[in-house]
C-alpha cells in the first residue's frame, strides 16, 4: 500500500469508522493545527484549499487502518505535518495530504484535477507512480525505483520532497510492520535511496533522521556497540566539550564577534559508514565531537577561523572552506579539524545564519513569503548557490544512458556516496568531483560532449595521463577529437558513476557499430559464396523472417553469432537450402570420432583414440599418437610441448599416425587465432573481412586485452585444414594494424 508500508487491512473506501472502534493509538494533526502552522509563515495561505483537501483525504480513506491500528489517514496527515516543518508552499503541502487518494482510494487524477487544480493533480500523480514501484519485484524494484525519482523531480522537486517525508513517517512507525524481513528491506531501501536523495538537495536534517531510523532497524547490533564506544567516550573526553565551547566564546567575546556555539555528537550511521569507508579505527576518528560556530556574516566565518587556529593547532591538510567553493547541493560552511583539550582532535564548522539554514534544509529553505505572496525564492536560491536541477543533473545524465538495472543502480549509488575534491576549468569555473576522481570523470562533469571526445587532458599546464587523480585547486584542461567513442580501461581511469555510465554507453554503442559490420560482412560472404551479392540483395523480409525488426538488427545478431549468416542466406533464397544443408554436413571433428580421421599402421585394433586438447591437431598438422595404458592413444601434433614427460616413460608406446582422407577432404576443424592490433576504429571489421575473403567461419570472437594503444583479439575460425589457417594467419598479417598475430594450440 502507499508509501510502501502503511495499511494492514483495507476497509471499502469512504467507510466511516465505526463508534465502537478503539481510539488512534498516536495523536495526529488536527485540521486547525495544520492550517496555523502553515499560516504562521504564509500569511496568504488559502485556508479554504486546505480544509478541503484534509475533508477530502479524510474521507476518501474512510476506515482503511494502518498496522498500528490506527485510522489510515494519520498518515497523510502526519506527512502533511511534516510538511510543514520545512515550511512548504500550500501545493506541496496538499499533495502531501492526497499522495496516497489515488493509489489507495477510487479517487481519480481528474478528480483531484477537477477539485484542486493542475499543479496539486500532478504532484500527487508523480508522488503515486513513484509509490507504485515499490510493489514491483525485489530484483529491480531499487534500480527502477531510483530511476523514476530521479527522472520526477528534474521536473519538480516537491514530487521528492513529498516522497521523502512518506518514507520518514513511515520510518518512524517501523515497529509496527509485522514482518521483519519487511522492516529490514525498507530500512536498507532508505539507507540507500532515500536517505541519499534527501542530502543530495541538501536537506541533512532530514537524511540524518532517515538515516538513524534505518540504521537502528538495519544494524542494530553495529548501533549498540557505536553507542557504547560513545559512552565510554563521554566518560572520558566529556568534560572537553564544556571547555572548548566555553573557549571559543571567550575568544570571541574579546574579538567582538557575536557567535552561537553548540557541540554535538556525529550519528551513529555516520561513524559507521566511515568506519566502513576509510577503514579506520574509531580512536582516530576526528569528528566523533563536531562543533558548530554560527556568525552573523562570512566576513566573521573567516575571522572566526582564524582565531580558533590561534587558539589550537590545525591538523594540516584539514581546512576545507565550502564557501568559496560551495557543494553541488547548496552547501556551504568551513570545516577545521584542531587538537583540542586532552589532546582530542575535534572539528569545527563555521558558517551563518542563513548557511546553516540551507545546510539542514537544502532546497526546502528558499520557500518563504515575498511580495504578498509564498513560494520558491529563486533570487535567494541562486545567491546560496543552490540549483536543484543542477544538483541532479548528473544523476538524470545516468538516468538517461541507459543499460540494465543492475548498472544503473551502482553507477548512480558511485554518484550519490562521494566526498568532495575541487577542480577549475581553464576560464575559472569551479567543477566539484569526488575524491579519486580523474580527468576523464572532469570532462564529464563539465559536459557530457566534452567526456564523449576527451582524448586528453592537462593539468596546471602540463600534459598528463587520464589515469592521473585530481587535489584540490588543479586546473584541469581537457583535450577533445572528433570522434566519439569509448576510451579504452575506462573502468580504471573513472570514479564517478557519470563517467562510467556514460563511457558505457559509448561502449555499447561500438560494440553494437562492430558487431553490425562484422555481420554485414559475414552475410556478404555466405551470399558470395553461393552465388548471391549482397548490394542486390534485400534482406528486410529475411530479417522479419529471423525475428529482427530490420537489416541493422539482423547483421548485429549475425556478428554477435545468435544467428549464423547461412542462415540469413537461406532466408533471403530458399531455394540455397539444400546446398546450404550439404555444407553444413562437413561437421567439425569430434574426439568420438578421431578414427574417420587418423590412421597408423601400428595401430592396436579397437583401440581408442582421441585428440589432445593441448595443442588441439588440425588436419594438415604433423601428427604421432603416445598410447598409454587405459587410455588408449591421444593424437598430439609432432611439435607438442606436453610431449616431453613421456620420452623416457616405458609405459608409453609412440605410434606414427597419418590423416585419412575424409580428414583432408570433408573435414571442418576449429582453430583458434590471437591478434595483437592497433586500437583504432574500423580495425574489428578489416580482420574479419580478411578471415571471410580466405574462406574463414568465425565462430566466435572476445577482446581478451584491452590497452589505450592495442588489444588481444581471440577468433575461433572454422577451417579445412592446417593449410588453410597458415592462409588465414599469413592474409591477417599484410594488415598494417596488425602487430602481432598466431595460431593458438590448446
Not at 495523536?27 to 492550517?35: A, N
Not at 589515469?467 to 580501461?489: F, H, K, Q, S, Y
Not at 581478451?704 to 581471440?714: A, E, G, L, Q, S
Request: glycine share 6%; with cysteine.
Amino acid at each position: 500500500m502507499a508509501g510502501g508500508d502503511g495499511v494492514a487491512a483495507n476497509a471499502p473506501a469512504g467507510k466511516k469508522a465505526g463508534a465502537g472502534e478503539a481510539p488512534p493509538r498516536t495523536r495526529y494533526l488536527r485540521q486547525f493545527e495544520l492550517v496555523e502552522r502553515m499560516r504562521a509563515y504564509d500569511p496568504s495561505l488559502d485556508e479554504h484549499l486546505v480544509n478541503r483537501a484534509y475533508v477530502y483525504a479524510t474521507a476518501k480513506h474512510g476506515s482503511q487502518k494502518r498496522h498500528s491500528g490506527d485510522p489510515y489517514f494519520a498518515h497523510p496527515i502526519e506527512v502533511a505535518g511534516i510538511l510543514t516543518e520545512y515550511k512548504l508552499d500550500a501545493a506541496t503541502i496538499v499533495a502531501g495530504l492526497l499522495h496516497d487518494t489515488i493509489e489507495d482510494t477510487e479517487a481519480t487524477r481528474e478528480e483531484i484535477e477537477k477539485k484542486f487544480g493542475d499543479e496539486i493533480a500532478d504532484l500527487v500523480e508523480g508522488v503515486t507512480k513513484l509509490s507504485q514501484l515499490e510493489i514491483q519485484s525485489e530484483e529491480n524494484k531499487q534500480a527502477q525505483n531510483l530511476q523514476k525519482f530521479i527522472l520526477a523531480m528534474s521536473r519538480d522537486v516537491r514530487v521528492l520532497i513529498v516522497k521523502l517525508a512518506d518514507r520518514l513517517h513511515n520510518m518512524r512507525t517501523l515497529t509496527h510492520v509485522p514482518n521483519p524481513a519487511s522492516r529490514r528491506r525498507i530500512a536498507m531501501e532508505t539507507l540507500e535511496i532515500y536517505g541519499p536523495l534527501a542530502r543530495r538537495i541538501g536537506m541533512e536534517k532530514m537524511a540524518r533522521e532517515l538515516e538513524s531510523l534505518a540504521f537502528h532497524e538495519a544494524f542494530l547490533d553495529a548501533e549498540i556497540a557505536i553507542n557504547a564506544r560513545l559512552e565510554q567516550l563521554r566518560i572520558e573526553k566529556g568534560a572537553n566539550v564544556a571547555i572548548i565551547i566555553q573557549t571559543i566564546m571567550e575568544v570571541f567575546e574579546f574579538a567582538g564577534i557575536d557567535a552561537r556555539v553548540f557541540g554535538r555528537e556525529k550519528q551513529t550511521y555516520s561513524i559507521w559508514r566511515k568506519l566502513q569507508r576509510k577503514s579506520m579505527e574509531f580512536a582516530d576518528l576526528a569528528d566523533v565531537y563536531a562543533f558548530r560556530v554560527i556568525v552573523d556574516n562570512p566576513d566573521d566565518c573567516y575571522r572566526a577561523l582564524g582565531l580558533i587556529h590561534q587558539t589550537w593547532r590545525c591538523v594540516p591538510d584539514q581546512v576545507e572552506d565550502y564557501i568559496s567553493n560551495p557543494k553541488p547541493n547548496g552547501y556551504r560552511s568551513i570545516h577545521t579539524i584542531v587538537i583540542g583539550p586532552g589532546n582530542v582532535r575535534v572539528e569545527i564548522q563555521i558558517r551563518t545564519e542563513q548557511m546553516d539554514q540551507i545546510a539542514e534544509n537544502g532546497v526546502a529553505a528558499h520557500w518563504r513569503y515575498k511580495n504578498e505572496s509564498y513560494g520558491f525564492d529563486e533570487e535567494l536560491a541562486a545567491s546560496a548557490g543552490l540549483d536543484a536541477r543542477e544538483a541532479t543533473r548528473s544523476l538524470l545524465e545516468i538516468a538517461e544512458h541507459g543499460g540494465d538495472a543492475g548498472e544503473f543502480l551502482e553507477h548512480a549509488k558511485l554518484e550519490m556516496y562521494t566526498d568532495h575534491v575541487f577542480a577549475f576549468t581553464p576560464k575559472g569555473a569551479l567543477i566539484p568531483l569526488p575524491q579519486g576522481a580523474t580527468p576523464l570523470d572532469f570532462a564529464y562533469a563539465v559536459h557530457s560532449s566534452i567526456g564523449d571526445r576527451c582524448t586528453g587532458a592537462k593539468i596546471n599546464s602540463i600534459e598528463r595521463p587520464l589515469r592521473t587523480v585530481l587535489r584540490n585547486g588543479d586546473v584541469v584542461e581537457i583535450a577533445v577529437g572528433d570522434r566519439i567513442g569509448p576510451v579504452p580501461g575506462f573502468e580504471a581511469l573513472t570514479k564517478t558513476g557519470r563517467a562510467k555510465s556514460a563511457q558505457r554507453r559509448l561502449e555499447r554503442h561500438a560494440k553494437r557499430e562492430q558487431f553490425a559490420r562484422l555481420g554485414r560482412d559475414l552475410i556478404a560472404h555466405a551470399l558470395h559464396r553461393y552465388g548471391h551479392e549482397l548490394a542486390e540483395t534485400a534482406l528486410q523480409h529475411a530479417a522479419e523472417h529471423l525475428g529482427k525488426h530490420d537489416e541493422e538488427e539482423l547483421f548485429i545478431a549475425v556478428g554477435e553469432g545468435s544467428i549464423k549468416a547461412s542462415a540469413v542466406a537461406v532466408a533471403a533464397f530458399p531455394g540455397l537450402e539444400e546446398k546450404v544443408r550439404k555444407d553444413m554436413g562437413r561437421k567439425p571433428m569430434e574426439v568420438e570420432k578421431a578414427k574417420l580421421y587418423v590412421k597408423g599402421s601400428d595401430l592396436t585394433p579397437g583401440v581408442a583414440l582421441h585428440f589432445s586438447e593441448c595443442c588441439s591437431p588440425i588436419p594438415g598438422d604433423r601428427i604421432i599418437g603416445v598410447q598409454i595404458p587405459g587410455k588408449g592413444v591421444v593424437v598430439h601434433t609432432i611439435d607438442c610441448d606436453q610431449l616431453a614427460p613421456y620420452e623416457n616413460d616405458e609405459n608409453v608406446t609412440w605410434v606414427d599416425l597419418a590423416w585419412t582422407p575424409t580428414a583432408l577432404k570433408k573435414t571442418l576443424a576449429t582453430s583458434r587465432i590471437l591478434a595483437t592490433v592497433e586500437n583504432k576504429r574500423g580495425v574489428l571489421a578489416e580482420l574479419c573481412r580478411i578471415i571471410a575473403e580466405n574462406e574463414g567461419d568465425i565462430l566466435n570472437l572476445r577482446l581478451v586485452k584491452r590497452t589505450i594503444d592495442f588489444f588481444d583479439m581471440v577468433f575461433d575460425v572454422e577451417v579445412a585444414d592446417a593449410k588453410h589457417v597458415t592462409n588465414i594467419l599469413a592474409a591477417m598479417r599484410t594488415s598494417k594494424a596488425v602487430k602481432e598475430v598466431e595460431r593458438v594450440k590448446g
